[in-house]
């Protein structure tokens, strides 16, 4: 089972960018103490974005520190996920850029642009050649300033595209940006965090998401990532189902089909809708990472995307599916549960003794987020486990994975 779609890899020149501005800020100090610095930033950092959870425009988005940190720990994932999910809207959701005229994209939290300087270099990787202009929003003034830097100093990453930044909460109603309309609205891990402790801790989240079909031309997506945790992903996609009524012909395109809703958010399901891939983490991530051992070798995220195309058809519904949990090898069978585009949730499992060792690989090479067509004898969509006879029945439609060769580099 070849990957279906390959993405290019991390560009080494943004690592060593983030490297750069560590050194630059705190010059004369040795690379052991620098990394320590730095470590000692990240670990309050996960701790925020895993156990407190607590956000505000002092979070981290005022220090020095707090952004360099982020920027050689997390910035790199971030950009990852983004690749994965515009990658998933060009080849596979059909989005389209507009036949003539600029590309433009809104980047709500933006910070220092993980995921709109993914976008760009993305949308220009895949051929597109039309002008791109990207709108970078967030309460971090410090953040942008970063953005705008980078965007400067790699200029070959992202040809003929233009940045303009505003500092704004998105807390309060973007009138300012009200009547423009994009071709894509990307929100990258930073609507979670306009959830807080407060009373009315859902309405700016909800307020943000239920703006977004204004913004939208009729070609366009907004694509939301977010942090792999149950109750956020839970949220995300029950608060985009409840979006869908209020705004004639607008559809859900992911992360599963035919325009239909996350079965997993309206029911107890011990599984929830997001992508597990793995990467391989920049050499200055690992350097980092080494005393910490924070999971660095994966990139986990909830995924979901809203427009207003009519929702490709990727073939008859009982068979195309979506993996949503993580291959369960035992001894004698190899299972793992679906979404299919029915939104049932199935179990399909597979014999070890029908498979060759080279079959038992590339089983096991599947991830949580891919999506396959698998052919059954007859349409069994009523029943909730299948068995699988053969690899052969299994066809991957969209099985991206990060490009490993030489030729990635730039
Ligand atoms: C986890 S970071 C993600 C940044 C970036 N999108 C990325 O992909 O790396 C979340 C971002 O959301 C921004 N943010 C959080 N709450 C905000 C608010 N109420 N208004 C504007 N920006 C906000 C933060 O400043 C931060 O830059």
């Avoid at 070849?2 to 690592?15: G, N, V």
């Avoid at 990727?314 to 299919?340: A, D, M, Q």
């Amino acid at each position: 089972m070849p990957p279906k779609f390959l993405l290019d890899t991390f560009p080494l020149s943004i690592e060593k960018w983030w490297w750069e501005q560590a050194c630059q800020q705190w010059p004369g100090i040795s690379e052991d103490k620098l990394l320590n610095l730095i470590r000692q930033e990240i670990v309050k950092q996960s701790d925020r974005f895993n156990k407190f959870r607590n956000f505000d425009c002092d979070a981290y988005g005022k220090r020095d520190l707090s952004i360099i940190a982020y920027g050689n720990f997390y910035f790199s994932r971030s950009w990852t996920a983004m690749n994965f999910a515009i990658g998933e809207a060009i080849h596979l959701r059909g989005w389209n850029p507009p036949k003539n005229g600029p590309i433009r994209i809104l980047d709500l939290g933006s910070g220092t642009g993980a995921s709109g300087l993914s976008c760009l270099h993305t949308i220009r990787k895949s051929g597109l050649s039309n002008q791109i202009q990207l709108e970078a929003i967030d309460y971090s003034g410090k953040s942008l300033a970063f953005l705008r830097k980078l965007h400067l100093s790699q200029k070959d990453l992202w040809p003929d595209t233009q940045i303009t930044t505003k500092r704004l909460d998105l807390k309060f109603p973007l009138d300012e940006i009200k009547r423009k309309k994009y071709d894509l609205i990307l929100l990258g891990f930073s609507l979670n965090e306009l959830l807080n402790e407060e009373e009315n801790e859902q309405e700016c989240f909800k307020q943000v998401l239920f703006s977004l079909p204004e913004r939208l031309k009729s070609n366009g997506l907004a694509v939301i990532t977010e942090p792999a945790q149950r109750g956020i992903c839970h949220l995300l996609h029950k608060k985009c189902a409840e979006i869908i009524p209020d705004f004639k012909d607008l559809f859900i395109h992911s992360p599963y089909f035919n325009g239909k809703s996350c079965p997993l958010s309206q029911t107890n399901s011990k599984f929830f809708s997001h992508e597990v891939r793995k990467i391989l983490p920049l050499s200055t991530v690992e350097k980092i990472n080494r005393p910490l051992n924070l999971e660095v070798r994966e990139v986990k995220f909830g995924l979901s995307m809203i427009g207003y195309l009519q929702p490709k058809i990727l073939g008859k519904s009982h068979e195309i599916c979506r993996i949503v949990s993580p291959l369960k090898k035992r001894k004698g069978t190899v299972s793992f549960v679906v979404i299919n585009g029915d939104s049932n949730e199935l179990t399909y499992e597979l014999q070890r003794r029908n498979l060759y060792k080279e079959d038992l690989v590339d089983l096991m090479d599947l991830e949580r987020g891919d999506i396959l067509k698998i052919n059954l004898a007859e349409d069994s969509s009523q029943e909730f486990r299948h068995r699988i006879q053969n690899l052969n029945q299994i066809q991957p439609i969209f099985m991206p994975r990060v490009r490993q060769d030489e030729s990635s580099k730039n």
